[in-house]
Nanobody
Framework: QVQVIESGGGLVQAGDSLSLSCAAS????????MGWFRQAPGKEREFVAA????????QYADSVKGRFTISVDNAKKTVYLQMNSLKPEETAVYYC?????????????????WGQGTQVTVSS
């Protein structure tokens, strides 16, 4: 069974930075892709960023390009999301997800394994 566990959420002010971590464990094999999604109150879950384990290729939502950075520690099977210049409208529950294969999907339905989510609140 695969487990995905996020950590690092919290309350910050607009313009601040925050780093999220996501550790994956269990029985899964390379290649795989790990991604971050977020869901604000009353809105649908949306893609934020993803990274391919092999080679480290990344993809970002246009709204976070230049401010967010996704990275992976392959040895630890952990992915990180560094978020800079946060905005109040980015207040949401942030979810980490994992999919097998090397296709960097932006559709949440492509990901089979999900964490429980971590709350990020950005005050104005």
């Amino acid at each position: 069974q695969v487990q995905v566990i996020e950590s690092g959420g919290g309350l910050v002010q607009a313009g601040d930075s925050l780093s999220l971590s996501c550790a994956a464990s269990g029985r899964f094999f390379s290649p795989y892709v790990m991604g971050w999604f977020r869901q604000a109150p009353g809105k649908e879950r949306e893609f934020v960023a993803a990274i391919r384990r092999t080679g480290g290729t990344t993809q970002y939502a246009d709204s976070v390009k230049g401010r967010f950075t996704i990275s992976v520690d392959n040895a630890k099977k952990t992915v990180y999301l560094q978020m800079n210049s946060l905005k109040p409208e980015e207040t949401a529950v942030y979810y980490c997800a994992l999919r097998s294969g090397d296709y960097i999907a932006t559709n949440e339905y492509e990901y089979a394994f999900w964490g429980q989510g971590t709350q990020v609140t950005v005050s104005s």
